[in-house]
């Protein structure tokens, strides 16, 4: 009997999406939770899974095609009581087609009537964003034997640079939880049982496949199943692919690949029909580096080499600490920015002797809404004001396609230290808050930073980066970008400064300013230009609304 292929709940919010990559075809015996196609939601993409066992009947979907959640997309064949094979192929003489149930399966059944809705559940680390493989457990919520509500988080996990929540996906009664305090783990990984409602009719469904297990033991082992290639011997490599053809890499992938310098379309694919993944085009990367580091070109040094480390115990007392997770992750995005960057920085100061005044005489009214106007606040504004005078520095690179990605809406990070690293939050819609709105926001996420409270869609969607350590007493320095934004401004402390005005040395608070930016698309008369606006409204705020 064909059962329906739905497209299944994809998430809160989320109502359909594009194919991107279809996994198999008409004919093809699929397994319960095997991937069908990848589906691009937002800026998620998803695995579509098989509800069930089976063969692939009919398959009504297209790569590009746009479907909604529960779209029909194709028939499946037989579920777990097919394919049927030969009669003189079956080792148990009982007759398949008898149309009686069997013991076992009147045993599940009597399991279920008995059992009601109540039965075990495996709990699992749900996906946690994309090109989010897994992390370290933070604070375990709950103990075995805890009574615990759809929702109700189990344990939190550090996920690089946020820390996300993991919700249990069903209430019941927990059995046990095999996590520690400090233990990685990955996606898909199990955790953990409880005992909760919805899933009964799954025993009764095993005890079936228990009973069918001696009528499909010869049926052939999905495609999908055969051991995956080695590296020596790809499915498809990069020099096979047709040159009209679509790079079978999911978004997250070739992003990876764009930040790292890799050029995605050479990369040979040892997934599934020539399917590039992640670690693919991380053994590319390296045998590039390492062919260049073999064969440097004439004039040019060799590509520096990893110099091993010394044994430093040889010298004196030592202590060894793991990196976090959010050092670990500034380590990689910071090499990957600044060996793919070319950086420039530009210096400049600003008096900032009358926007101190004005932002100590409107102090009161922020503490009435409930917030400080700080500096940070009030410099944000102005950047955002400067990314709608100068669209070119609220844009991305995309090398791979060789365009430059103007954006239409201004979110601006603000770089925030905390006890584990450094962090960077996003306000979204600066352009669209005022000074005290942004005061009030950029405190509360800070807080939620500096308590281990973050979502990961805090950290995502800036347009450009601004770091103050005029608290640290700071002067200028060199930030280094964020890509793959194309621009940061540093700041540092305000001092009193004797300058020119009118004939005579007159004090005036200083500000210094360091504005970093990506020369491939950032000119030095076009950094400099920036700069001097951003100067500009500082000393001259109605700037902001004459030009922002």
């Known amino acids: 009997m064909a059962t329906e292929m739905k497209v299944p709940a994809l998430g809160e919010g989320v109502e359909g999406g594009k194919v991107l990559t279809i996994e198999v075809a008409v004919g093809d015996q699929v397994s319960e939770g095997q991937t069908l196609f990848e589906l691009e939601t937002g800026k998620a993409t998803v695995e579509v899974p098989a509800s069930t066992d089976g063969v692939i009947e009919s398959l009504s979907v297209s790569e590009g095609d746009e479907l909604s959640v529960g779209d029909v997309f194709g028939t499946l064949a037989g579920g777990s009581e ?10 148990d003489p009982e007759p398949a087609s008898e149309p009686e149930p069997d013991e076992e399966e009147v045993e599940a059944e009597e399991i279920e009537e008995s059992e009601g809705e109540a039965s075990e559940i495996s709990i699992e680390v749900p996906a946690l ?14 103990a075995a034997g805890d009574e615990i509500s759809e929702g109700q988080t189990l344990f939190e996990l550090e996920t690089g640079k946020a820390t996300v929540e993991v919700p249990a ?20 990984d199990v955790v953990g049982s409880m005992t909760g409602k919805g899933a009964a009719p799954k025993k009764a469904k095993k005890a079936k496949k228990k009973t069918d297990h001696t009528q499909t033991k010869h049926v052939d082992a999905p495609k999908s199943a055969a051991a995956p290639a080695t ?7 990069a020099a096979e692919r047709p040159d009209n053809s679509p790079v079978p890499a999911s978004p997250s992938v070739r992003k990876f690949a764009r930040e ?39 004039g040019v040094a060799a590509a520096a080499k990893k110099v091993p480390l010394p044994d430093f115990s040889k010298f004196g007392e030592i202590e060894k600490e793991k990196m976090n997770a959010i050092r670990r992750m500034t380590v990689e995005h910071m090499d990957n920015c600044w060996s793919t960057i070319p950086h420039v920085t530009q210096f400049d100061e ?43 520095f609220n844009a991305s690179i995309d090398t791979e396609n060789e365009e430059v990605i103007y954006k239409k809406y201004v979110n601006v990070g603000c770089a925030v230290d905390t006890p584990k690293g450094l962090v960077v939050p996003v306000i979204r819609n600066t352009d669209r808050l005022n000074m005290i709105e942004i005061s009030k ?63 005579e040395f007159v004090p005036r608070l200083m500000m ?4 970093s930016y990506d020369h491939r698309l950032i000119d030095g008369a076009d950094g400099t230009r920036f700069m001097r606006w951003i100067v500009d409204a500082i000393e001259q705020p109605l700037l902001i609304s004459l030009e922002g």
């Not at 095999?178 to 990955?186: F, S």
């Not at 409930?370 to 606040?377: C, E, P, V």
């Open 82 to 91: 097919a394919p049927q094979p030969d009669a003189s192929e079956k080792s």
């Open 260 to 298: 790292i310098g890799v050029d995605i379309n050479q990369v040979p694919g040892y997934g599934p029909r020539g399917r590039i993944q992640m670690q693919d085009v991380k053994i590319w990367s390296k045998q590039l580096h390492q062919q260049r580091s073999a064969a440097p070109v004439a």
């Open 169 to 188: 996906t069903a209430s019941g009664t927990l059995n046990s939880l095999t996590v520690e305090e400090g233990a990685e783990i990955k996606v898909g």
């Open 512 to 515: 210094p300013l360091s504005l």
């Open 441 to 503: 926001e950029l405190g509360d996420m800070a807080g939620s930073m500096r308590d281990g409270k973050i979502n990961p869609a805090m950290l995502q969607g800036g347009c450009i980066t601004l770091s103050n350590l005029g608290g640290l007493s700071g002067k200028h320095f060199t930030p280094i970008v964020n890509g793959p934004e194309v621009a940061i401004l540093g700041v540092g402390r305000a001092s009193m400064k004797p300058v020119w005005q009118n004939g």
């Open 231 to 237: 590296p020596s011997a790809p499915i498809q490599a």
């Open 129 to 142: 964003g994309e090109g989010v493989e897994g992390g370290t457990v933070v604070t375990i919520s709950v």
């Open 350 to 392: 600003a008096d900032v002797t009358d926007l101190e005044m004005l932002r100590k005489s409107f102090q009161p009214k922020a503490e009435k809404a409930g917030t400080k106007l700080t500096m940070t606040a009030m410099l944000i504004k102005i950047m955002a004001s400067a990314l709608k005078a100068f669209p070119n």
